[in-house]
Every structure is written in C-alpha cells, then in structure tokens.
C-alpha cells in the first residue's frame, strides 16, 4: 500500500473524529436551552438531537463543496494529503481543548484557521484564494451579528404579542414548542457543520488523486452524517451548562424565540452554501434575546470570555496547523 494511500485514510479517520468530536463539542449547543429550561429531559434532548443532526446532514452538500474548494484549490495544492492532515490535527486538539474548559468555541473557525495555516506553510501565501476565503470570513463574521438582532427582535414581538398572559401560562405553552424548535435547530445544525468534514475528506481524495471533481460522494456524506450523529449521542455537557445557564436565566419563551433565531440564520447559510459557526450563532441569538428580555439579566462576562475565544481561535489554529505541518513535513 503506498503512502498517499495510507495518509488519505488516515485522513478519512481523522475527519470522521473531528466530526463525533464536533457532535458533542458544537450540539450542545443546539439543545443547551431545551434542557435548561427543562422542555426536555437531558437524555430525550440527546437522542432527538443525534436523529436530527443525521438526518439534516444527509439533506445539503452545497456547505461541503465550499470547503472544498473555495478556501485553497485541491487540484493544485503542493503536499496536499499533508496539509489536510495537518489542519485536521490542528482543529481536533482546539476543539478537545476548548470542550475541556467548557468553552463553546467555533469548530468552524478552528477548521477554517488550520486549512489556511497548513497550506500557508506549505505553498506560501499565494496558495490562499482570497475572493473565496474573504466570503466564508464574512459569513462568520456577520452571521453572529444578524443572530443576535434577529433574537433581539423575535423576542420583542413575542413580548408585544403575550404581554397580557401570565408568566406561568405562557412558559408552559412555549415548553411544548421548544421541543419542536430544539429538532429544528438540530437539524440545521446538521445540515451546516456536518459538511465540513465532507469538504475535508473530498479534499483529500481530490489531493491524492482518488476523486476527479468537487462532488461530494455518498459514503462521504453518509459516513459523515452518522459520525455527527454518534458524538451528538455522547453530550457534551460542560458546554451546555455554560450556553443554558451562563449566559442568563433562559425561560422556554426565551428558548423558543432563540432557537427560532438560530436556526433561521443557520439554515440561511446553509441555503446559500456557506459554512458559519453554529456555535456563535447559537449563543448570539441567546445573547439578543436576553438583552431584549432584560439587558441586565444577561451575564455579560461570560459572553466577553466566549467572545474573546472566537477572535482568538483562527490566528491560534492557523499558527498551530502551519507548527504540525513542518512537524509532519519532517516525516512524510
């Protein structure tokens, strides 16, 4: 078996790891606010959340081509197989390190900031395609932004539209709703970050000559969906206490109206074939809907540490790719 070989299925191993590793680091997200406000037992939450995500990773590939070929060219990428691990290696160990803290860090931006780091150090600068990569910058830049005037507002019209209900009334009704919207948040939470990985893997086969286009396979997309879908079944939850109680008190009107939010944007994006961070969209639409609720009520010192995360994940992972690609260059 040649070496090229060998490296792609490590490859295929390594991104289906970062894909459980993604279930439960980013899904707890998803279903952080259905279990805080007990809508759903943690157990019920899980399952429903590992069904969803499988299902709404085997729906959309148009994500997974965009990694594949909008962030640096396959076909022409030098060391390619040893770039794709490299940023693979990169964006596991910051999402394992994150999840240890209970840091709802961006697998996204730990993905995309190790694919340019590792190719960087590769090929230099110029391996980068600039109008590409700009665009997916932007999307996870913007996409938090939107969410949270998008929560801000939700919110706001659903205290104009049950203000003259009581508290107790209107929590119970919206505790049944948001067993709806916490599926639907799932499933949109599959059908955008699940992709990465498919866009990783169809990089590799394209980099080491086994695939001849940027269409994604079905075993891809399908080995891809249940790896999601099983680390979704593991939890995470130290991250789902910080997004379902950290941030603020989350009542099942504020779930709904955030998760409503989130999986607008998220499946926005998805429809236009961008990736985006669930996790910054999540937690920006709890963050909106917080401050529409009680600006006070929002913990807004967890949200500056989450923040400073965010900012600081892309320059961390692209440093920490290029450092495991020279590693790996020494050896391969």
């Known amino acids: ?8 299925i490590i490859i295929v191993i390594a991104a289906l790891a970062f894909d459980f590793i993604n279930g439960f680091h980013d899904t707890a997200n998803a279903i952080a606010t259905s279990v805080s406000t007990k809508a759903l037992k943690p157990r019920h939450a899980i399952i429903l959340a590992a069904v969803m995500n499988f299902v709404g990773a085997l729906t ?3 994500v997974a081509q965009t990694i594949t070929k909008d962030i640096v060219d396959p076909f022409t990428l030098a060391n390619g197989t040893t770039v794709i691990l ?5 964006a596991i160990a910051w999402n394992l390190i994150t999840w240890y ?6 697998s996204s931006h730990a993905l995309i900031g190790s694919i340019a780091g590792a190719a960087i150090a590769a090929a230099g600068l110029s391996s980068i395609k600039y109008a590409g990569f700009l665009k997916i910058i932007q999307a996870l830049i913007f996409s938090p932004l939107i969410a949270f005037a998008v929560g801000f507002i939700i919110y706001t019209i659903f205290k104009m539209e049950f203000k003259n209900l009581s508290l107790t009334k209107t929590n119970k009704g919206f505790r049944y709703i948001q067993i709806a919207t916490a599926a639907l948040q799932s499933y949109t939470h599959g059908t955008n970050d699940a992709q990465k990985s ?7 086969l394209i980099a080491s000559n086994h695939h001849t286009t940027t269409d994604i396979p079905f075993w891809v997309q399908f080995s891809c969906a249940l790896a999601m879908g099983l680390g979704t079944s593991v939890g995470g939850w130290k991250i789902i206490k910080t997004v379902g109680g950290k941030i603020m008190k989350i009542r099942p009107v504020n779930g ?3 998760d409503l939010s989130s999986a607008l944007i998220i499946f926005g994006a998805t429809y236009i074939h961008l990736p985006v961070s669930t996790t910054h969209v999540i937690t920006s639409s709890i963050l909106g809907v917080g401050s529409a609720h009680r600006i006070r009520g929002v913990k807004w010192d967890t949200a500056q540490r989450m923040i400073i995360t965010w900012f600081i994940t892309l320059p961390i992972t692209g440093l920490l790719a290029a450092a495991i690609y020279y590693i790996l260059n020494l050896f391969m």
């Open 86 to 90: 490299a940023a693979l290696i990169s």
């Open 60 to 62: 959309f590939t148009g």
């Open 256 to 258: 709904v109206a955030a």
């Open 1 to 8: 078996m040649d070496s090229i070989l060998i490296i792609t």
């Open 101 to 106: 803290y209970g840091i709802p860090s961006s």
């Open 198 to 204: 498919m866009g990783i893997i169809t990089m590799a």
